[in-house]
């Protein structure tokens, strides 16, 4: 009888940190799975019916580096002793993380024990947690290939971000959503946890793209008081969607945040973006994502704080009626898009927990 090998998997929150997460465990079929997470969050909802959930309490590090990591690392310090004991326990060969601050109990409490930890940074600038504990770390695997500089003592492995299976799949679902096939489709996407500021302007710039013949799917979130506040034909504002993949797929045009996941996902469906960075997003990781696509000419990126409705009208509008630049945003996101990379990083698991 053959035992499989076992992993932990601390990954929470967000979309962003664990979709690609679930996307590499598909790819290990063979070894058994357990997850990390905290309560309350994505994982709590996502996880359970998957794998079994391990929830731990641990805080975050929102301060800058001083004497308030003191105060954080005083509070984790619990957790990593709760981690060190489910690892023991479980008899466990290895951790993958994908960041964030889950990931600062996991990387301690494995490396205690001599336990290979692999860490994957999803973002163009590494977070405080992956730049504190890179160099504990077994592997540290990267989504954008400029975080490397951001980690020069460490040895980084470039391996893209894992998306859902759904964006891999040849056979999408049809969209349950009653628009033409011939329309000009803007998506706008906020993230997991939707963004406000990002759907006023959004409202205030849609009759002009309505009477320009353009039809909005609306990814509001749950946190706008004001979702109703506009109603058309050509418009559907949606808390979330489940069948993102079709969606982005049928497509012209994507407007949102760039977070990790929202830009990964757009390069994998090969759209054109008009990202606004969330001002907010921590060492403003979210502008560096997006300028690594609109580098690559396959995004428009504005400031928040710098934009106006009537700049965005007037972008989305010169774009609707030039298809040329399209395709040539197009393209570029493409040619950015790293389709295997679950395989890489399942590759890289495989090489070092066994």
């Known amino acids: 009888m053959v035992i499989p090998t076992k992993l932990l998997i601390a990954a929470s929150g967000t979309g962003g940190h664990l979709f690609p997460a679930i996307a590499l465990a598909e790819q290990l079929p063979d070894y058994e799975i357990e997850w990390l997470g905290v309560p309350n969050r994505l994982e709590t909802q996502l996880v359970p019916a998957q794998y079994p959930l391990h929830k731990i309490s641990v805080a975050g590090f929102q301060e800058p580096l001083g004497i308030g990591t003191l105060r954080n690392l005083t509070k984790i310090a619990s957790s990593v002793f709760q981690v060190r004991q489910l690892l023991q326990q479980g008899s466990f060969q290895g951790v993958f993380t994908t960041g964030g601050y889950i990931a600062a109990p996991a990387v301690m409490a494995a490396r205690s024990l001599g336990i290979p930890v692999i860490l994957h940074e999803s973002n163009a600038i590494p977070?405080?947690?992956?730049?504190?504990?890179?160099?504990?770390?077994?592997?540290?695997?990267?989504?954008?290939?400029?975080?490397?500089?951001?980690?020069p003592r460490i040895q980084t492995i470039y391996t893209g971000t894992p998306v859902r299976s759904q964006f891999l799949s040849e056979k999408l679902s049809p969209l349950d959503l009653p628009i033409p096939d011939n329309v000009f489709l803007i998506v706008v996407v906020g993230g997991s946890q939707g963004a406000v500021a990002v759907n006023q302007l959004i409202r205030q710039c849609a009759p002009a793209w309505f009477d320009g013949g353009v039809w909005i799917v609306h990814l509001t979130g749950n946190n706008d008081p004001d979702v109703a506040s506009l109603q058309h034909p050509q418009y559907f504002p949606l808390l979330f969607y489940d069948n993102m993949a079709s969606l982005l797929q049928r497509a012209n045009l994507a407007i949102g945040r760039s977070g990790a996941g929202t830009v990964t996902e757009l390069a994998i469906t090969r759209k054109p973006?008009?990202?606004?960075?969330?001002?907010?997003?921590?060492?403003?990781?979210?502008?560096?994502?997006?300028?690594?696509?609109?580098?690559?000419?396959?995004?428009?990126?504005?400031?928040?704080?710098?934009?106006?409705?009537?700049?965005?009208?007037?972008?989305?509008?010169?774009?609707?009626?030039?298809?040329?630049?399209?395709?040539?945003?197009?393209?570029?996101?493409?040619?950015?898009?790293?389709?295997?990379?679950?395989?890489?990083?399942?590759?890289?698991?495989?090489?070092?927990?066994?």
């Open 273 to 354: 973006a008009i990202f606004i960075p969330l001002p907010t997003a921590a060492e403003d990781h979210q502008f560096y994502n997006a300028q690594v696509l609109a580098a690559s000419g396959a995004a428009i990126v504005f400031r928040q704080k710098e934009l106006t409705p009537a700049m965005l009208q007037t972008q989305v509008l010169e774009l609707l009626h030039s298809p040329e630049d399209l395709q040539k945003m197009a393209d570029a996101a493409g040619k950015m898009a790293v389709f295997d990379s679950a395989e890489r990083l399942a590759k890289l698991v495989r090489e070092l927990v066994h």
């Open 127 to 151: 977070g405080k947690v992956t730049r504190f504990f890179s160099s504990f770390c077994t592997a540290v695997a990267l989504g954008f290939e400029p975080a490397a500089q951001y980690l």
